[in-house]
């Protein structure tokens, strides 16, 4: 019966998907004789969060996933990545597949606010894999096992690497997506005031917010 090994080799940007899509080369080994006519694999990505030291900065930009750092040794915690599935094709030994990973630039998804809260370094990454594999017997006959839970593979993703391919396809750029209401009252301001983009409209409110800030934090430089 196969008994299927996993290795995280590397991972690259795709530059020309539709969106941000991270490749996982993922080198497949059998550690049995039996020829592997094919694998339909399921990998969970998981982001294991306690498996790295964070700088003071990467603590304040992570407060709002893990909340404030006296209580990390309760709140910080691994975290769903996504799930993504592939083919493994047919190969005796080992052979080497693509996982493909579609990412995403938007704050209100956990794993974005991660990886952009990281200045450098790695994020630690546990893949998990399950699914089938068919194979075939001594006399020839094709069977099919499942792949056992415990198959997981362990891979520290350059935070480098994360940040290059979101600067390829969102060049000094960022995602903010609002509550429609929210919008609304946004667009009504814009519009109003005769502003011509989004980050003009923005910066006509900063000063406001920097000086709503300033006089809570010092009522009385303020007053």
Request: charged content about 20%; proline content about 6%; glycine content about 4%.
């Amino acid at each position: 019966m196969p008994d299927l090994r996993f290795h995280v080799e590397e991972s690259n940007a795709l530059p020309y998907a539709v969106s941000p899509t991270l490749a996982f080369k993922v080198r497949v080994t059998n550690a049995t004789i039996e020829p592997i006519h094919s694998v339909m694999l399921r990998c969970q990505i998981m982001i294991a969060a306690t498996a790295r030291r964070y700088s003071e900065g990467e603590r304040a930009r992570l407060l709002e996933l893990f909340g404030e750092p006296e209580r990390w040794n309760e709140t910080l915690r691994s975290m769903l990545w996504t799930n993504t599935n592939t083919v493994v094709p047919a190969f005796n030994g080992s052979t080497v597949v693509d996982l493909i990973v579609p990412c995403t630039f938007d704050f209100n998804v956990a794993a974005t606010k991660f990886f952009a809260g990281l200045e450098g370094g790695t994020a630690p990454l546990s893949l998990l894999f399950s699914g089938t594999v068919f194979y075939a017997r001594e006399d020839g006959s094709l069977q099919a096992t499942q792949i056992p839970w415990e198959k997981e593979a362990s891979y520290r993703l350059p935070i480098s690497a994360w940040k290059q391919m979101m600067n390829i396809y969102y060049p000094n750029s960022a995602w903010l997506t609002l509550r429609r209401d929210v919008f609304d009252r946004l667009n009504s301001y814009k519009i109003r005031n005769g502003l011509p983009t989004w980050e003009q409209t923005i910066e006509r409110l900063l000063p406001t917010l920097d000086s709503e800030v300033d006089e809570r934090n010092n009522p009385e430089a303020v007053h």
